[in-house]
């Protein structure tokens, strides 16, 4: 795997700074982790850099020396807004977008938002919508023994055993830890205590063409909800995986790459 | 005299049954609201009953959706105290209504003032920032934002207490165009600030900047508490605030009985209860991520203490042994507590005379012996050298006359 360049971006009136990995060639993709950091989704960000330049983003907070620019966010549109100010920086014109989780609704929020501005777009198992008959798991207050069948369809598989590895003693324990727990509380700040923003009143702005993936086995928001977001996204494709969780990209990520591949037409 | 108001008569499998006693029992499992009913109206006899006995202040808390506690309103009771205890020179100590929780935060610059007038300015107001699950699950505080709403929240009602013209409030979480609070405190410009905190951090170091008494609100006694107790020493010097302990205050369990053997018998099965089902939080709803800023997480996970302490496998001869609970003979307890109070420069003791299952009886009765022969030595410790800023001012000069006679 390559190593990314990574450009420090200082953006929102130089209150916020901003990693940015950028990686491989090819028409730019920017890919919008979810809950738990970039740290955990390199290896997929890897994949997608084979045809693709990715940018990949920090969420605002999570960019080491700077825990505080959570703060210089209040709101959901300050959020959006933000991410736009960050695609000018770049001057990604029409990029594609690929979201997990939490990031996948900060994609979609935004192709609603800037219809024009994003070309295709992939949503992996993206929060955002509520049913009552179908409660989202609060992912931040699971118990260590509800998190990873929560998160993972294989509890005690090599990707659930690799996303939940932290360094055994030292500084560099302390930090995996803090990182873990911080990107957490900085993505949380959008969609405490329930991850919805009204985006459903929204979504039928969405121009892009855009593909839902989902895990089958998803414990934190249930696959049903693959069909809620398809009939919100004029002409939105669903595939469901098997044998994964929440997270099918690390789970299952040959699968997850060759669909993603295919729909973005690399 | 600290009270949490809990459930007292929990089923005997509970701690099989549940893994934390916050969020999760469900009321119509546990609870009978006739027994609850007999709880609150016992709580406030107890602690009725504590003023007449001499004891300094009483003290109520806020808390949700739990069997620790659940003085959903603390100025609800402190109403109540605050009415029965005229004449008395007692303090009413709200410790108190959590801001974060609440909006628009003046309604408890109201209550407070309210409180204030009708104990004709006996009012200490405390404002814990709240506990983790109290703001963030019962009341949906955003997590990375409970601290700095708390902070804004404290100005707001700060300023609309003693502010002499209307004003308006512009600012990040509250917006009011036009505040000019009805009633206001009779303490002016306000009545005395507590602030609670679990550990030395960034509430610590805001407290003594603003001057405020700081509650170091422990259940673990203070010999567990002496690192936390020179950190926040460590401050007050570094801030340049004098050394005054009534800038400190600190939480104690406290069991007294004719003798060590009838005192460990009486306390026991009340301290288990206490330790086993009551505190019992796991650490998913401890730690929710964002409670704690980016400093404060950083160092916890360097230096947690209490990590790796499982209370459910520790008995009431250990919560003894280490000091959580201080139990024993008159003598004992007064021994035990004044090492604390020196070692710590603890200026007020905050007494939890009752805990866990102890029925009401038994409370008086530790009350009363705690009153009678243990409070009268302790009290004067800091008297003669030092000045209580942190006490309302109509009940400074009234107070060594009260222990006088208590004693």
Same mark, same amino acid.
């Given at each position: 795997?390559?190593?990314?360049?990574?450009?420090?971006?200082?953006?929102?009136?130089?209150?916020?700074?901003?990693?940015? =990995?950028?990686?491989?060639?090819? $028409?730019?993709?920017?890919?919008?982790?979810?809950?738990?950091?970039?740290?955990?989704?390199?290896?997929?960000?890897?994949?997608?850099?084979?045809?693709?330049?990715?940018?990949? /983003?920090?969420? $605002?907070?999570?960019?080491?020396?700077?825990?505080?620019?959570?703060? &210089?966010?209040?709101?959901?549109?300050?959020?959006?807004?933000?991410?736009?100010?960050?695609?000018?920086?770049?001057?990604?014109? #029409?990029?594609? *977008?690929?979201?997990?989780?939490?990031?996948?609704?900060?994609?979609?929020?935004?192709?609603?938002?800037?219809?024009?501005?994003?070309?295709?777009?992939?949503?992996?198992?993206?929060?955002?919508?509520?049913?009552?008959?179908?409660?989202?798991?609060?992912?931040?207050?699971?118990?260590?023994?509800?998190?990873?069948?929560?998160?993972? &369809?294989?509890?005690?598989?090599?990707?659930?055993?690799?996303?939940?590895?932290?360094?055994?003693?030292?500084?560099?324990?302390?930090?995996?830890?803090?990182?873990?727990?911080?990107?957490?509380?900085?993505?949380?700040?959008?969609?405490?205590?329930?991850?919805?923003?009204?985006?459903?009143?929204? #979504?039928?702005?969405?121009?892009?063409?855009?593909?839902?993936?989902?895990?089958?086995?998803?414990?934190?928001?249930?696959?049903?909800?693959?069909? =809620?977001?398809?009939?919100?996204?004029?002409?939105?494709?669903?595939?469901?995986?098997?044998?994964?969780?929440?997270?099918?990209?690390?789970?299952?990520?040959?699968?997850?790459?060759?669909?993603?591949?295919?729909?973005?037409?690399? | 005299?600290?009270?949490?108001?809990?459930?007292?008569?929990?089923?005997?499998?509970?701690?099989?049954?549940?893994?934390?006693?916050?969020?999760?029992?469900?009321?119509?499992?546990? #609870?009978?609201?006739?027994?609850?009913?007999?709880?609150?109206?016992?709580?406030?006899?107890?602690?009725?009953?504590?003023?007449?006995?001499?004891?300094?202040?009483?003290?109520?808390?806020?808390?949700?959706?739990?069997?620790?506690?659940?003085?959903?309103?603390?100025?609800?009771?402190? #109403?109540?105290?605050?009415?029965?205890?005229?004449?008395?020179?007692?303090?009413?100590?709200?410790?108190?209504?959590?801001?974060?929780?609440?909006?628009? $935060?003046?309604?408890?610059?109201?209550?407070?003032?309210?409180?204030?007038?009708?104990?004709?300015?006996?009012?200490?107001?405390?404002? $814990?920032?709240?506990?983790?699950?109290?703001?963030?699950?019962?009341?949906?505080?955003?997590?990375? =934002?409970?601290?700095?709403?708390?902070?804004?929240?404290?100005?707001?009602?700060?300023? &609309?207490?003693?502010?002499?013209?209307?004003?308006?409030?512009?600012?990040?979480?509250?917006?009011?165009?036009?505040?000019?609070?009805?009633?206001?405190?009779?303490?002016?410009?306000? /009545?005395?600030?507590?602030?609670?905190?679990?550990?030395?951090?960034?509430?610590? =170091?805001?407290?003594?900047?603003?001057?405020?008494?700081?509650?170091?609100?422990?259940?673990?006694?203070?010999?567990?508490?002496?690192?936390?107790?020179?950190?926040?020493?460590?401050?007050?010097?570094?801030?340049?605030?004098?050394?005054?302990?009534?800038?400190?205050?600190?939480?104690?369990?406290?069991?007294?009985?004719?003798?060590?053997?009838?005192?460990?018998? *009486?306390?026991?099965?009340? &301290?288990?209860?206490?330790?086993?089902?009551? *505190?019992?939080? /796991?650490?998913?709803?401890?730690?929710? /991520?964002?409670?704690?800023?980016?400093?404060?997480?950083?160092?916890?996970?360097?230096?947690?203490?209490?990590?790796?302490?499982?209370?459910?496998?520790?008995?009431?001869?250990?919560?003894?042994?280490?000091?959580?609970?201080?139990?024993?003979?008159?003598?004992?307890?007064?021994?035990?507590?004044?090492?604390?109070?020196?070692?710590?420069?603890?200026?007020?003791?905050?007494?939890?005379?009752?805990?866990?299952?102890?029925?009401?009886?038994?409370?008086?009765?530790?009350?009363?012996?705690?009153?009678?022969?243990?409070?009268?030595?302790?009290?004067?410790?800091?008297?003669?050298?030092?000045?209580?800023?942190?006490?309302?001012?109509?009940?400074?000069?009234?107070?060594?006359?009260?222990?006088?006679?208590?004693?």
């Amino acid at each position: 795997m390559a190593t990314p360049e990574v450009r420090r971006l200082r953006l929102w009136q130089d209150r916020i700074q901003t990693e940015v =990995e950028i990686s491989g060639r090819g $028409p730019p993709l920017v890919y919008l982790h979810g809950p738990w950091g970039l740290a955990p989704d390199r290896a997929f960000v890897a994949s997608l850099a084979e045809a693709n330049t990715v940018y990949a /983003p920090k969420h $605002p907070g999570t960019t080491r020396g700077d825990p505080e620019a959570v703060h &210089a966010l209040d709101t959901w549109f300050d959020l959006v807004v933000y991410y736009g100010e960050l695609f000018d920086k770049l001057e990604l014109s #029409a990029p594609a *977008l690929v979201g997990h989780s939490f990031g996948a609704l900060v994609a979609a929020e935004f192709a609603a938002t800037a219809p024009k501005s994003v070309g295709r777009m992939v949503l992996i198992d993206p929060v955002g919508l509520w049913r009552d008959d179908l409660p989202v798991k609060n992912w931040m207050i699971l118990s260590d023994k509800a998190r990873r069948p929560s998160l993972f &369809a294989d509890p005690e598989g090599e990707a659930a055993r690799r996303f939940f590895e932290v360094p055994s003693e030292g500084a560099e324990r302390i930090d995996t830890l803090a990182q873990f727990i911080w990107a957490q509380a900085c993505s949380g700040k959008f969609v405490w205590p329930i991850a919805d923003r009204g985006f459903a009143k929204r #979504a039928h702005r969405i121009a892009a063409p855009t593909l839902i993936l989902w895990g089958k086995a998803d414990g934190i928001i249930a696959p049903a909800y693959a069909q =809620e977001f398809a009939r919100r996204i004029s002409g939105a494709r669903v595939e469901l995986i098997d044998q994964a969780g929440h997270l099918p990209h690390l789970e299952q990520p040959q699968t997850v790459m060759k669909t993603v591949r295919a729909f973005l037409g690399g | 005299m600290f009270h949490l108001m809990p459930y007292r008569d929990l089923p005997a499998d509970f701690d099989q049954r549940y893994s934390s006693a916050y969020i999760d029992p469900v009321w119509f499992d546990v #609870a009978d609201p006739d027994k609850v009913g007999q709880y609150y109206n016992a709580t406030l006899d107890e602690m009725l009953f504590a003023a007449k006995a001499g004891l300094h202040g009483l003290c109520t808390n806020q808390h949700h959706q739990n069997v620790y506690g659940f003085m959903a309103n603390p100025s609800i009771m402190g #109403a109540v105290l605050a009415k029965e205890t005229n004449g008395q020179n007692v303090a009413i100590i709200q410790l108190g209504s959590t801001l974060p929780s609440t909006t628009p $935060p003046t309604r408890i610059a109201e209550e407070y003032a309210m409180l204030d007038c009708i104990s004709g300015g006996r009012l200490v107001a405390g404002f $814990p920032t709240g506990l983790p699950t109290d703001a963030t699950i019962s009341n949906g505080v955003i997590p990375v =934002e409970q601290r700095e709403r708390y902070r804004e929240a404290l100005a707001l009602v700060t300023k &609309a207490w003693s502010a002499k013209e209307i004003f308006a409030w512009n600012g990040r979480h509250y917006q009011l165009g036009m505040v000019n609070l009805w009633p206001r405190p009779i303490q002016q410009p306000h /009545p005395p600030i507590w602030i609670p905190g679990s550990g030395i951090s960034s509430t610590a =170091e805001y407290v003594v900047g603003q001057d405020h008494c700081f509650c170091h609100l422990s259940y673990y006694g203070a010999k567990n508490a002496e690192q936390v107790g020179d950190r926040y020493w460590e401050l007050v010097a570094r801030k340049g605030r004098d050394d005054n302990p009534y800038r400190f205050s600190f939480l104690q369990l406290i069991g007294v009985a004719e003798t060590d053997a009838e005192a460990e018998d *009486l306390y026991a099965a009340h &301290a288990e209860y206490f330790f086993h089902k009551l *505190l019992y939080t /796991p650490q998913y709803y401890q730690a929710i /991520p964002g409670c704690l800023e980016y400093g404060a997480l950083v160092q916890a996970l360097q230096n947690n203490p209490r990590a790796g302490i499982n209370l459910r496998e520790l008995k009431a001869k250990d919560f003894f042994a280490r000091g959580f609970v201080v139990v024993g003979s008159p003598k004992t307890v007064r021994e035990q507590l004044m090492d604390g109070i020196k070692r710590l420069r603890m200026g007020h003791l905050l007494a939890l005379l009752h805990f866990g299952s102890m029925p009401t009886e038994l409370c008086k009765r530790n009350i009363d012996l705690f009153a009678r022969e243990v409070l009268p030595h302790l009290a004067p410790q800091w008297d003669d050298r030092y000045e209580d800023r942190w006490w309302p001012e109509r009940l400074r000069t009234k107070r060594p006359a009260a222990m006088a006679a208590a004693s």
